[in-house]
């Protein structure tokens, strides 16, 4: 499986933006998804994540302003960000795992994509 992000950019505090990330190869065994973060100086962190039926997880800092979903279909994933705020400032990563055994599941990253959010 390989992960293609876009979306990112500049935007000003309390705006928004929605990232995309376009798997491909062996979809036909993609699971859970996810976007995650990492600015400068920090950790990579979980942003959000979604299964395959749709159930969803968010850190705490982005609960009510970050929307994840995915279309099965297109093997699409997207994040919407609204109420952006320069504490979101970072290089957002597509995540994707996969594999037909569920006890042997492989993990891929996308190249990334930087969000700046401007004070």
């Known amino acids: 499986v390989q992960l293609v992000e876009s979306g990112g950019g500049l935007v000003q505090a309390g705006g928004s933006l929605r990232l995309s990330c376009v798997a491909s190869g062996s979809t036909f065994s993609l699971n859970e998804m996810g976007w995650y973060r990492q600015a400068p100086g920090n950790q990579r962190e979980l942003v959000a994540s979604?299964?395959?039926?749709?159930?969803?997880n968010y850190a705490d800092s982005v609960k009510g302003r970050f929307t994840i979903s995915r279309d099965n279909a297109k093997n699409t994933m997207f994040l919407q960000m609204n109420i952006l705020k320069p504490e979101d400032n970072a290089v957002y990563y597509c995540?994707?795992?996969?594999?037909?055994?569920?006890?042997?599941?492989?993990?891929?990253w996308g190249q990334g994509t930087q969000v700046t959010v401007s004070s």
């Open positions: 979604i299964t395959t039926s749709g159930r969803t």
């Open positions: 995540n994707a795992k996969w594999g037909i055994i569920v006890t042997l599941q492989f993990n891929t």
